[in-house]
């Protein structure tokens, strides 16, 4: 089956800093979403994204799926933004997961 | 917005006793209905698909008869443990298409199970 690779693994920020997470699929995909999971377990979804660009405040993502990757932006992070960030192509086969902590 | 609502939100149980995870949507049709499972610090790996009123598909390595799963509402679809061992000890979680928007999942709080 198709593989999802995230990286980083684990990413530590400063409040106020920006990152970029990215996840890599291993085949042809028509869609794609980044979710976010809080600290107690809710999923939300963030984009559906299976190609060009979009951005909602201060997060953004790009898919290039002729590259089979895409990326999520996030500015001027917040504590609110800790948790994992998933990315899931097809009938939602999640990637192995960024998880973020953002220290005051 | 659409809302799933999943009960319970932890459950604590003995080897060999059954648990049943309920997961309603509160304002949508939820026609079809996905199951997770996530063990700590991993990703979420797709168990089932359930669609109402008909057999729910499962995930290769998914023992069926042992994660029973009932979609007979528009509104509601069940997951039991059954004869649950502490190895079934996760985190479940259920999620629906809303159709608000392409490809909009709205996903239920998740349930904690711990097996004892």
């Known amino acids: 089956g198709i593989q999802v690779e995230q990286s980083p693994p684990d990413l530590i920020l400063q409040e106020g800093a920006n990152s970029t997470l990215r996840c890599n699929f291993s085949?042809?995909?028509?869609?794609l979403q980044w979710f976010h999971q809080n600290p107690w377990g809710q999923l939300i979804n963030l984009f559906y994204?299976?190609?060009g660009t979009k951005q909602n405040g201060r997060l953004s993502a790009t898919t290039v799926a002729t590259e089979r990757y895409s990326l999520l932006y996030i500015s001027s992070s917040q504590t609110t933004d800790s948790g994992v960030y998933f990315c899931?192509?097809?009938?939602?086969?999640f990637g192995t997961g960024t998880r973020l902590q953002v220290m005051l | 917005g659409a809302v799933v609502s999943q009960h319970p939100s932890r459950v604590i149980c003995k080897s060999g006793t059954s648990v049943k995870i309920e997961c309603r949507s509160l304002?949508?049709?939820?026609?079809?209905m996905f199951w997770y499972r996530q063990f700590p610090k991993q990703s979420l790996m797709l168990m089932a698909t359930?669609?109402?009123?008909?057999?729910?598909?499962?995930e290769q390595g998914v023992e069926k008869d042992k994660f029973l799963i009932n979609h007979a509402s528009l509104t509601l679809s069940t997951l039991t443990v059954t004869s649950a061992h502490p190895e079934d000890s996760s985190f479940y979680i259920c999620?629906?298409?809303?159709?608000?928007?392409?490809?909009?999942?709205?996903f239920g709080s998740g349930t904690r199970l711990t097996v004892v």
């Open positions: 994204i299976p190609s």
């Open positions: 899931a192509v097809r009938e939602l086969t």
């Open positions: 304002d949508f049709q939820a026609t079809t």
């Open positions: 359930s669609n109402e009123g008909s057999k729910a598909t499962y």
């Open positions: 999620s629906s298409e809303t159709g608000q928007g392409l490809y909009g999942y709205t």
């Open positions: 085949d042809s995909v028509n869609n």
